[in-house]
């Protein structure tokens, strides 16, 4: 008897090749491409490295002016010049984490950037397709940043401690990473930037535009304070109060060795600064699962 041969059926081949292929978009799968997105940006690349350089750089000048500041007040002679300023001795544990200021800014900015170009560039329709489910995919972006900024505020931090040291030797300032407080301090370099980038990113989420997430996240961090400080404390006595659960105010008490008293404990910091970015990230979801893309 012939046997007649049978062409293969198409659906039935795409079927097994999805099989063998394994399950299809999946969160971890997200997070993969989110990670290839970040790390194969040239620019992005540069500015992170960017980053880490001038905050240890940042350490380091911090650490040649407080040996500075010491010999000044050292000096009966030299001392009147830097009356006023806190004791040499008290800074130095602060030093690691000296560039996180800059840090902010610019985790800040390059996590609006990431997330609102894609609007501009019409990528983020794109991105959509691939990851049908809007939150997972905003969550992916999130996560991926967030840790970047974590590894390269606690890594620069670590950096800047080592790199301060032999600055610090000659004048004996020289400190070892059991004082109280200094571990502490490096790792809540990283925290903050990472809370930073969760926050930014949402803004630039809400935003949709380079311009003003960047202008919206530089001017919540550092032009509210100083207006807070500058302008409006005198206005109300709970002005001042308030202002220490801004977002930039929160961010320095979980660096903080010393706490000043009435001021936010570095526990404290952390809850306030953390519910920051989580209602602003909860609002950028619910906001982006509505709207079109």
Do not use: C
Not at 23 to 40: A, M, Y
Not at 265 to 277: C, R
């Amino acid at each position: 008897m012939a046997h007649t041969a049978t062409a293969p059926n198409p659906e039935h081949t795409a079927a097994r090749r999805g099989a063998a292929s394994g399950p299809g978009v999946n969160f971890l799968r997200v997070l993969k491409s989110e990670w290839i997105k970040v790390t194969t940006i040239p620019s992005t690349v540069i500015m992170l490295t960017s980053t880490v350089v001038i905050m240890v750089g940042l350490a380091a000048l911090f650490a040649w002016q407080t040996t500075v500041l010491l010999d000044l007040q050292s000096n009966p002679e030299m001392a009147a010049q830097v009356q006023g300023a806190p004791d040499a001795t008290s800074l130095v544990a602060t030093i690691p984490g000296s560039g996180l200021v800059f840090g902010q800014l610019l985790i800040g900015s390059l996590a609006v950037v990431l997330i609102a170009s894609e609007w501009g560039t019409g990528m983020i329709r794109s991105t959509m397709v691939a990851v049908p489910k809007r939150i997972p995919a905003l969550l992916a972006k999130q996560l991926v940043f967030a840790l970047i900024a974590f590894v390269l505020g606690a890594g620069s931090a670590f950096a800047g401690y080592f790199v301060a040291q032999p600055i610090l030797a000659p004048s004996e300032l020289a400190f070892g990473l059991d004082t109280d407080g200094v571990l502490l301090h490096i790792i809540n370099t990283g925290s903050v930037l990472a809370l930073v980038a969760v926050l930014a990113m949402s803004i630039g989420t809400l935003l949709r535009n380079t311009a003003g997430g960047v202008v919206t996240t530089i001017g919540l961090l550092f032009v509210v304070p100083i207006l807070v400080a500058t302008l409006l404390a005198g206005i109300a006595d709970w002005i001042p109060d308030a202002a220490r659960f801004l977002p930039s105010s929160a961010g320095e008490q979980m660096v903080a060795i010393t706490i000043a008293d009435g001021a936010l404990t570095q526990g404290q910091g952390a809850l306030v600064l953390t519910g920051w970015a989580l209602v602003l990230l909860v609002i950028s979801l619910i906001v982006t699962r509505k709207r079109d893309v």
